[in-house]
């Protein structure tokens, strides 16, 4: 009894530690909560399917008997300023093959952007580097959310590729064909997205036992010329806090922008739930 009772703080952390290590990638479905709202916020979720190490992003994909859900939770910096320049693409092969051919894309959210006077950019990017030195981190980071909030708050499109019902490939958020996308940030700085498209769209019977494929995208930042690689340039989507916004200088300057005009992803499995 004794030595139970030495062996049991042991036994509770280690299955502490089990509980909160999660899959790279989702192994399990998951039936959606009753009181599912998609509203950018993560208030049924409670602990996600999975963490992936390569996106790094918290996800969970459900379901219904109506739609499919994905949920997803950034917290990192450099993760949510890749959000922010490319959005998140969410790849559905109903046929069950990793391929985005003959897949249904979502891809959301789609913040736009201006060039502004392409003849002061060298000029607003020394004053607004100027203005971060003078900032404290305190102060930066939170004007980095807010400008996050009102970005977001201003989506009013997702695009929406190879649905057979509608030929459009942008539709708007309050669209008729029952696609949902809304993506806040909370008051933590973190990035909470939430997603349903209807079953019906994707020409999938409710009782399905058929295994579809699905693939999460980050997009990056689009390689238009116009973004400029330059140590002291920060994206005017990431505000510039000096950690992914402002990249400085320097080897890891080159990493970090390199990083985020390359897209990252991974496939993963899913068959519905009754």
Known sequence: MKLFYTLLPILLLSIGVSAQKLPDVQVKGVLA?????????NLEWGTFAAENKRTNL?????????????????????????????????TINTKGKKREQDAIVVTYPLIARTNGNRGNMGQNRQRAGQERQEQGQKERDSINLAQRKTQLAGVKEIKALGFKQFSDTLISIYNEHGIKAVAKMDDQGAYVYEAAIPLSLLEIAAGSTNEIAYQIKLNGLPNTG?????????????????????????????????????????????????
């Open 33 to 41: 909560p009753s009181t599912i709202r998609i509203d950018g916020k």
């Open 58 to 90: 918290w996800y969970t994909i459900a379901n219904d008997d109506k739609n499919l859900y994905l949920a997803i939770k950034a917290n990192d910096n450099e993760t949510i300023t890749k959000i922010m320049a490319g959005g998140i693409s969410f």
């Open 226 to 274: 116009n973004f400029a690689m330059r140590a002291n340039a920060a994206p005017a989507f990431g505000g510039g806090n000096g950690r992914g916004g402002n990249f400085g200088g320097g080897g890891n300057a080159n990493a970090s922008r390199q990083d985020l005009m390359t897209a990252t992803d991974f496939w993963g499995k899913y068959i519905l739930q009754k």
